[in-house]
């Protein structure tokens, strides 16, 4: 139930206020249609907004969590820190999964400046998801289909035309007073009513996935034998393409790019699905085998004791891992195969 002040907007059309008034300050990105599928995109307020978004295969991690960024540079004797200098943007039609997955990082990089500098630069507008996506079962994980957490607004379209605003942060409700609109501390009652029943009916568009839920339990229990993750292990071809889409994976390597008199310190994706992520210098490999790293990821992804540190677990239901795992080895296959479905 959507909670805490909220604007109800009598049609779409408050939405582009809010867009070109996000615009008169930031840069706006969006989902758009691309040579290669749905990623984010420049954006002009300018540009209507594309209600029916589809889910990009590239979530919005890459924004905050760079692919390959400068830590430092030295010359000689003299370091100097590459912090990042990062503009104000908004990103307009986050997923709730999404959104989910950016309040885990959140706090698995809260220490982190160079993640830090780039979240505060971004304004999050979140669009809840009135129907499952195909292959998505953030229900099943508790990160959607409506958003819950992460966003500075989110909407939510009614059947009726009106468009629930959501005000998730001191800047959203900035943003609101600067576009003109007044926010209410509670939604009337047939709106709330309208709220509620418009999110009923987009859960139960989710296909019954029993087979999650006991698979959480046992590996967040432990119980999943040894024989059960090494018959996992030859479908993972250590391809890293999971690693790379999946909006909570965090793992990185940092080395030092040579030049003459000095060099640069990077951080780039690594992944533990590597046989090399783990293997320490004396030789000795934690995790030899393909099981071995298939259990560790997705332990990391759906124990409790990871999650107790990000606030969730770190599996987001967004199905990413599926589309593009060559070994058919993405979220769902493992949960069916170790929750019995």
């Not at 009513?193 to 999110?199: G, L, V």
């Not at 996992?232 to 250590?238: E, H, N, T």
């Not at 994976?249 to 790019?257: A, I, L, P």
């Not at 690594?270 to 000795?284: N, T, V």
């Amino acid at each position: 139930m959507l909670s805490g002040r909220a604007v109800v907007l009598p049609d779409r059309a408050g939405v582009e206020t809010l867009r070109q008034t996000l615009g008169r300050t930031r840069a706006l990105f969006e989902i758009r249609e691309g040579e290669t599928g749905a990623e984010w995109r420049s954006a002009s307020p300018a540009t209507p907004f594309a209600w029916q978004r589809p889910r990009p295969l590239a979530g919005a991690k890459g924004f905050f969590f760079a692919p390959h960024e400068a830590l430092l540079d030295w010359t000689g004797d003299e370091v100097v820190a590459r912090e990042p200098a990062v503009a104000p943007y908004a990103l307009v039609g986050v997923h709730p999964c999404d959104l989910a997955a950016i309040a885990y990082q959140d706090r698995f990089f809260a220490a982190d400046p160079w993640y830090r500098a780039r979240r505060r630069a971004a304004f999050l507008v979140g669009v809840d998801c009135l129907a499952a996506c195909a292959g998505g079962f953030c229900r099943d994980v508790g990160a959607g289909p409506f958003a819950s957490e992460g966003f500075d607004l989110a909407l939510t379209p009614l059947l009726d035309g009106r468009v629930v605003v959501g005000i998730g942060s001191e800047a959203g409700a900035a943003c609101v007073v600067a576009a003109g609109l007044d926010a209410g501390d509670a939604l009337p009652p047939d709106v709330a009513a309208a709220h509620a029943a418009a999110r009923r009916a987009s859960e139960a568009t989710f296909p019954e996935r029993p087979e999650i839920a006991r698979a959480v339990a046992r590996v967040d229990a432990g119980t999943v034998s040894h024989g059960e993750w090494h018959a996992l292990g030859p479908s993972c071809f250590a391809c890293t393409g999971c690693t790379n889409v999946c909006p909570t994976c965090s793992c990185f390597t940092v080395s030092d790019e040579r030049h003459e008199g000095g060099g640069t310190r990077v951080r780039v994706w690594d992944s533990c699905l590597l046989e090399g992520f783990q293997r320490e210098a004396s030789g000795h490999h934690p995790a030899p085998h393909a099981g071995d790293r298939v259990r560790r990821f997705w332990t990391h992804k759906l124990a409790g004791t990871f999650a107790a540190a990000c606030g969730r677990m770190g599996c987001v239901g967004c199905g990413r891992c599926d589309v593009a795992c060559p070994g058919s080895i993405g979220a769902l296959r493992v949960l069916s195969a170790l929750g019995g479905g």
